[in-house]
């Protein structure tokens, strides 16, 4: 489980089953170019919202990105998401999302949107690392670099 602070709330993001982590990847395939910069950012060893106050103009495209998907995949992206999302509550961790959406009043878009990046790295962010390496290596980058 990773553990990040938000707005002096402690979540926890859990693991996505792996069969829900090939369906996200699906969808969120056309926005992998605007999910990079967040990525990279965090791939440094920045925190989210570190990188984020650093650049916040990287969260626009993805923002963006997210506008122009169908209603229907922004649904099954964020319910996923929030579906592994925790909140902690006293000494003890409370599921923030049902499927009528959150359970708590104060998640709201300033929460929603950096919450399914995190949800996305860490489930997905191996399998875009490796994305990332195998272009990086791959013939055609290969003959344009030299």
Same mark, same amino acid.
């Given at each position: 489980m990773t553990t990040?602070? !938000? &707005? @002096?709330?402690?979540?926890?993001?859990?693991?996505? *089953? /792996?069969?829900k982590q090939f369906h996200v990847s699906r969808r969120i395939a056309p926005i992998i170019p605007a999910l990079l910069p967040i990525y990279?950012?965090? /791939?440094?060893?920045?925190s989210? !919202? $570190?990188?984020?106050? %650093?650049? *916040?103009?990287?969260?626009? *495209?993805?923002?963006?990105?997210? /506008?122009? !998907? *169908? @209603?229907d995949a922004v649904d099954y992206l964020i319910d996923t998401c929030m579906s592994v999302v925790k909140r902690q509550q006293g000494s003890g961790w409370a599921n923030i999302w049902s499927p009528g959406g959150p359970m708590f009043d104060d998640i709201d878009l300033s929460l929603l949107l950096p919450l399914t990046v995190r949800v996305i790295t860490v489930n997905l962010g191996p399998f875009i690392s490796g994305l990332?390496?195998? &272009?990086?290596?791959?013939? $055609?980058? &290969? $003959? %344009? $670099?030299g």
């Open positions: 990040v602070e !938000m &707005q @002096d709330i402690t979540f926890q993001i859990g693991k996505l *089953p /792996a069969k990279v950012g965090l /791939a440094r060893g920045g989210l !919202m $570190a990188t984020l106050e %650093q650049s *916040p103009e990287i969260l626009k *495209p993805f923002a963006e990105a997210l /506008a122009g !998907m *169908p @209603d990332l390496t195998s &272009q990086s290596s791959s013939p $055609a980058s &290969q $003959a %344009q $670099a």
